[in-house]
C-alpha cells in the first residue's frame, strides 16, 4: 500500500491520510494547480491557512480536482488573532465561503482531534507529542524538511545517502515514523511524487540520531513566528 493510501483514524471517527500536501508560501493563483496535480498523483489530504493567503486558490483546485470531495481532506487553521468563540465560527464560515466548500470535517465532534506543530528532525517538541497522543490528539507536522534548511547538513546527507534516499524522503519518513501526519509542501508535481515515495524504515539507532540533531537555522525564515517561537 503506499502511503497515500495510508490513514489514521481521528477520534471522531473520521480517517486522515498520513501524508498531506502543505500550501504555505504557494500564491493563490498557483494553488489550484498544485492542488489538482497533487490529487492526480494520489494526495487525498491538502492543508491550508488564512494567513497563508491561498485558500480561494486551494478551494478551485479542490473543486476542480474530479475526485469526489469526500474523498478529500481538507484542512484550514483560522488567523492567530481570532480569540473567542464567536469570532472563531466566523473566521470558519469565511474560510468555508473563500474556499467554495460546504464543509470541512463532516459531522466533527467540538473536541481537539488535530494539533500541528512544527516538527522535524532536530526538532522533535517529545513532550507536546506525548500529551497530544495521551489526549487522542493526532499531530500534524509542518515545514518537515526544516523549510529546507536541513537539506545541506552533512551528516543528514550522509544518513540519506546510506538509505538511498534524497534528504526530503529521510526527514519526511522520519516525521511519519514519529506517528505524525506529515506536510511537506510543494508547488512542484515532481517533487510531489519524490515526497510520497517513503517506503523504507529508519533504524531505531538513527531516528535517535535525528532526533538529537541541532539543525533550528532557518536562514531567512527564522524570523517567521512558527520558526521563532514568539
Not at 480517517?15 to 498531506?20: D, F, Q
Request: with cysteine; net charge negative; aromatic share 6%.
Amino acid at each position: 500500500m503506499s502511503i497515500l493510501e495510508e490513514t489514521y483514524t481521528l477520534t471522531g471517527g473520521a480517517e486522515i491520510p498520513r501524508l498531506g500536501l502543505g500550501t504555505w508560501f504557494i500564491d493563490d493563483d498557483k494553488a489550484a494547480d498544485a492542488v489538482r496535480a497533487a490529487v492526480e498523483i494520489g494526495y487525498r489530504h491538502i492543508d491550508t491557512a488564512q494567513a497563508y493567503g491561498n485558500e480561494s486558490g486551494v478551494g478551485e483546485g479542490v473543486r476542480t480536482s474530479g475526485v469526489a470531495r469526500e474523498e478529500l481532506f481538507v484542512s484550514t487553521k483560522i488567523a492567530a488573532e481570532v480569540k473567542d468563540y464567536d469570532a472563531a465560527v466566523a473566521s470558519i464560515q469565511g474560510s468555508l465561503a473563500t474556499m467554495g466548500l460546504g464543509y470541512l470535517l463532516e459531522h466533527a465532534e467540538m473536541v481537539p482531534q488535530v494539533n500541528q506543530l512544527l516538527v522535524h528532525a532536530g526538532n522533535t517538541p517529545r513532550e507536546l507529542l506525548e500529551f497530544c497522543e495521551a489526549q487522542g490528539i493526532r499531530v500534524q507536522a509542518y515545514s518537515p524538511i526544516a523549510h529546507s534548511a536541513i537539506i545541506e547538513n552533512p551528516d543528514v546527507q550522509a544518513m540519506a545517502e546510506r538509505y538511498g534516499v534524497t534528504v526530503p524522503q529521510l526527514c519526511i519518513r522520519y516525521t511519519l515514523q514519529l506517528g505524525t501526519v506529515s506536510l511537506p509542501k510543494t508547488a512542484n508535481p515532481e517533487h510531489m511524487r519524490a515526497n510520497a515515495q517513503v517506503d523504507f524504515e529508519i533504524t531505531a539507532e538513527d531516528m535517535a540520531a535525528l532526533e538529537g540533531l541541532e539543525a533550528r537555522d532557518y536562514g531567512e525564515h527564522a524570523a517567521f513566528p512558527v520558526f521563532s517561537g514568539e
